[in-house]
């Protein structure tokens, strides 16, 4: 019956998962000051309980980005390179690096390339699509390309150019130029070059990325070693340490502190998902039917479309090596923290998504209950509390019991914010292992920065009620509110200086 009025009425289903996000943050938000008038022991107990959730939240980061660092450390001092050799078949793995870029500076799209180049695996087995957008300046993105044609032309196995002009159906983003970019590549590399679909990877990389020089003799031999390799996506560890030292605090904090994420995540395989840049097989992609070029958030939507058209059978796994990005920077201090805001409005509005993934949770048959469960409820939970966890962490007991006096001279409310303080305090003891762990993977101080500067970075740290406000909370309720609004947001480019 419920499948039956799902099919029925599509977009009264559609547009009622798109209020969900909005409705839900909206109301944990709030509860706290309306509900301590009502129901204010509820209140007492509500907050208890999201400090707790909070503090496990901590610890587990804790845990698993110390897992991470370790694994990395490994990775880097081991020789990928040679193990591969022990395959027979190593020398007909190819790997199709699609790199989408809209206006991106030359200076960054010669860093990515030169990341490429400098790969330890033969690079006659990389073949790299430099996928541009049509909309760009023709005289700009012509001088690009013969630069980088010029540069990089004999490098790789192959080096092509796609073109892409946006049609109706599509959106602007990443995964329409992607799209279209796979289509080109088939014709001027896979078919031209011969290659073997059954040992061809594709990789989704940003135009802004530099890859370790170990990435992709680590996963060739991933590859070779899985025996669920045509069901399995690669996720490296993304950090945005490129320009780390030219950024003001304010952002320089937010990007660490998401770097530190980043990295925490990738021993979590109940709820790992490949994000920004990733690889997987080409029979996967192809078996899926390829990116929609209807979306924004592409990273998430290929793989719970893959997820739910395998009856999931995919997964993702870790490559522990990091990757480096480029966070949001500007000439100016109020254009660097705009870009910020805009970067993480976008990554907010992958809540738009949630409604694809809700919906075929119950839509799709042949899933695994819990597997499927898990997952929904990882990517929900992440995405709905977003914009409401700086405000019942940072704002919590305290201002709704001023809101109730006479409940604050009860036992509970007189304890309650005691207990709270304790609990969040005792949580911080958790940042103290991000930011060692942050400090091994970040950059040396170069030289334009004072020492002085870089003795201060742990400091800067006491930003974080301001940072988690108006590059957290903020972005995260505006994304949501124009989700449940039906205001949609377009894809924004985010600059590069």
Not at 65 to 75: F, K, N, T, Y
Request: aromatic letters at 16%; one cysteine or more; charged letters at 20%.
């Amino acid at each position: 019956m419920f499948r039956r009025f799902v099919t029925k009425h599509p977009r009264f289903f559609q547009r009622l998962l798109e209020i969900l996000p909005g409705f839900v943050s909206w109301n944990l938000i709030l509860f706290p000051y309306w509900g301590i008038l009502v129901i204010p022991v509820a209140v007492a107990y509500f907050i208890l309980i999201f400090d707790i959730y909070w503090f496990f939240q901590g610890l587990t980061i804790a845990i698993t980005s110390s897992i991470s660092h370790l694994r990395i450390q490994a990775s880097k001092k081991f020789d990928w390179r040679h193990e591969i050799e022990s395959f027979p078949d190593w020398k007909k793995v190819a790997h199709l690096v699609v790199v989408p870029t809209y206006k991106e500076p030359i200076h960054i799209l010669e860093r990515t390339m030169n990341s490429l180049a400098a790969q330890d695996l033969p690079l006659g087995q990389i073949h790299v699509v430099l996928a541009m957008e049509a909309k760009e300046d023709q005289k700009q993105r012509g001088e690009k390309v013969k630069i980088l044609k010029k540069k990089f032309g004999r490098v790789f196995g192959s080096f092509v150019i796609s073109v892409h002009t946006l049609v109706a159906g599509e959106v602007v983003g990443k995964a329409a130029n992607e799209r279209f970019a796979t289509f080109v590549a088939e014709e001027e590399v896979i078919k031209k070059k011969k290659l073997d679909w059954a040992y061809l990877t594709i990789t989704s990389c940003d135009a802004d990325h530099s890859y370790h020089p170990k990435h992709f003799s680590c996963l060739t031999y991933k590859f070779l070693d899985d025996p669920n390799r045509y069901y399995t996506f690669w996720q490296p560890a993304v950090m945005f340490y490129q320009n780390i030292w030219k950024l003001p605090a304010i952002t320089r904090v937010v990007n660490s502190l998401s770097s530190v994420w980043n990295l925490s995540q990738l021993p979590r395989k109940d709820r790992l998902i490949n994000a920004q840049n990733y690889s997987l097989s080409y029979r996967l992609l192809r078996e899926v039917g390829y990116w929609d070029a209807d979306v924004i958030p592409e990273d998430y939507h290929i793989f719970f479309k893959a997820f739910y058209k395998t009856r999931g059978k995919v997964e993702v796994e870790a490559i522990y090596l990091p990757l480096f990005a480029d966070a949001p920077e500007s000439d100016n201090f109020w254009g660097t923290i705009k870009n910020q805001y805009f970067q993480y409005q976008r990554g907010a509005w992958g809540v738009s998504d949630d409604p694809y993934v809700i919906k075929n949770f119950f839509l799709t048959p042949g899933v695994p209950f819990l597997p499927k469960l898990f997952r929904v409820l990882a990517l929900t939970r992440d995405h709905f509390l977003w914009p409401v966890n700086w405000f019942i962490i940072t704002v919590g007991i305290s201002i709704p019991v001023l809101l109730n006096p006479e409940f604050a001279r009860t036992v509970l409310g007189y304890t309650l914010p005691g207990l709270s303080s304790i609990i969040l305090t005792v949580s911080l003891s958790f940042l103290v292992v991000m930011l060692i762990i942050d400090s091994k993977h970040r950059p040396p101080r170069p030289d334009y920065v004072p020492k002085w500067r870089g003795a201060l970075i742990p400091f800067e740290y006491i930003l974080m009620p301001v940072v988690g406000l108006f590059l957290g909370a903020l972005p995260g309720i505006d994304a949501h509110t124009r989700l449940m609004l039906g205001k949609y947001l377009e894809y924004r480019v985010t600059e590069k200086v």
